[in-house]
């Protein structure tokens, strides 16, 4: 039953309404496999899913969402792993758990300290989505989370790869999920480049019906721990003796070029307090959270410490410069033990440590 004192309209007034107005978007057109595709696409589907289900059954990782499998469990990781690997996020989920054990916690919980939680993991906007879609559920559906991947995606931060991967592995449903990992797999088995509604659609041919949680996880498992990006490990692999290519795909892309920046930011660190500035509410990149003063790049005064930091395609050379800064500068003194609690940047989080202040 809806608590009638907090519901989604008391608390978040604005996703309520878009997301009662939001039209359940599509899920990847499936259009008919080309006949050129079709004539290439000689992989034989049972042998296929059988080679790999098996040895997803001897290989697969003990990660702690796989042990006691809810649609929660299931949604937080798979919002967690978009756009970082496994081992990045296993400390972050622990944590994220701990503090976070169900969709209400969630849900009831200031954005601020989901941020704290997340501070680390970058790509915040995930973790906003994924506390308004936290409200929806907790408020709107009574603590129950869609179970087709067609409703899930009317839920914020949850496209076409998330919902199948969730609907597929919390409630069976028989969706192929295709991820970047999985893309890479399929191209390497037909050897060729097929893109879009098609590369959906050799998914979903090949998906088993009887266990597509499993096979879906089984795909990703094996781009990610056996067809690498970089030299596969082919004599491993289950299905290789299906594999067009049995290796690296030539290059279609060039890959992309880094850029390189040098920033500045002042480390003013006195008796067990930092100082630190938050970020504007509309910034366009990380708003609202918190980190050390950035400096202009022709400051004065010797760095500290000096680190290396990317950011999508920038690589930075953090130079942090041990200082006072003057009375009345725009920010607040955070005491040592404090500072964790607030959602701090990344890069932030990374000084404070190099410089063994938290
Ligand atoms: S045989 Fe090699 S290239 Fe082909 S799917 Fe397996 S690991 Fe990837």
């Known amino acids: 039953m809806k608590n009638p004192r907090l519901t989604c309209d008391t608390v978040w007034p604005q996703i309520a309404s878009q997301w009662r107005k939001k039209q359940i978007p599509k899920g990847p057109t499936l259009k008919p496999m080309s006949r050129k595709l079709q004539s290439s696409c000689a992989v034989p589907a049972v042998r296929f ?3 790999l289900l098996h040895w997803f059954d001897g290989h697969k990782r003990d990660l702690p969402w796989r042990k006691n499998p809810s649609p929660y469990h299931t949604w937080i990781s798979e919002i967690m792993l978009q756009q970082t690997r ?9 944590r994220f758990m701990h503090r976070f054990p169900t969709v209400q916690k969630l849900a009831a919980a200031r954005q601020s300290s989901v941020l704290a939680a997340w501070s680390g993991l970058g790509y915040y906007r ?11 559920v907790a408020y709107e559906r009574s603590g129950r989370f869609p179970a087709t991947a067609a409703e899930q995606r009317a839920l914020p931060g949850i496209g076409p790869y998330t919902s199948a991967a969730i609907a597929s592995i919390a409630f069976g449903e028989p969706v192929a999920a295709v991820d970047g990992n999985v893309e890479r797999l399929l191209q390497r088995l037909f050897g060729k480049r097929i893109n879009g509604g098609e ?3 050799v998914a979903q041919d090949l998906l ?6 499993d096979f879906n996880q089984a795909m990703m498992e094996l781009g990610a721990t056996l067809c690498l990006p970089r030299r596969p490990r082919c004599h ?3 299905i290789s003796s299906m594999c067009v290519t049995r290796g690296e795909l030539g290059h279609a892309r060039h890959p992309i070029r880094q850029s390189r920046r040098d920033i500045r930011y002042a480390l003013d660190w006195r008796k067990e307090s930092v100082f630190l500035v938050k970020r504007d509410k509309a910034a366009a990149l990380m708003p609202g959270m918190w980190e050390l003063p950035e400096m202009s790049a022709n400051a004065s005064g010797d760095p500290c410490l000096t680190i290396r930091h990317s950011i999508t395609v ?7 410069i041990r200082c006072e800064l003057p009375a009345g500068a725009a920010g607040r003194w955070v005491q040592n033990s404090q500072i964790t609690r607030l959602p701090l940047t990344g890069l932030t989080r990374k000084i404070l440590r190099a410089a063994k202040v938290i």
């Open 49 to 51: 899913r059988r080679n």
């Open 208 to 213: 088993s019906r009887t266990r597509p949680g």
């Open 199 to 201: 590369l959906w659609r």
């Open 236 to 238: 491993l692999c289950p």
């Open 314 to 320: 920038t690589d930075y050379r953090v130079h942090v």
């Open 126 to 136: 995930r973790a906003r989505m994924l506390h308004a879609a936290a409200k929806v």
């Open 86 to 94: 496994v081992s990045a996020v296993l400390g972050y989920y622990e």
